[in-house]
């Protein structure tokens, strides 16, 4: 998701298609950290303690932060 969103943004600058952040902020961020969530969920139900275990360790849209 993280890489999607720069891309977004990146070529919404790179056009200098500033009408675009706006859809990307407003449209594409929620959209994705609802389906993030979602998939949190649906992750944690099959993984259990060891997603629980990673989840712990990483940030939600930011993996590679600890």
Do not use: C, H
């Not at 594409?28 to 609802?34: E, R, S």
């Amino acid at each position: 998701y993280l890489s999607d969103l720069l891309d977004l943004i990146g070529l919404a600058l790179m056009f200098n298609a500033f009408y675009s952040l706006i859809f990307v902020s407003v449209i594409n961020l929620p959209a994705y950290i609802l389906r993030a969530k979602r998939e949190e969920v649906f992750i944690t139900k099959r993984l259990g303690d060891k997603y629980r275990q990673y989840s712990k360790k990483t940030w939600f849209l930011f993996p590679f932060l600890i």
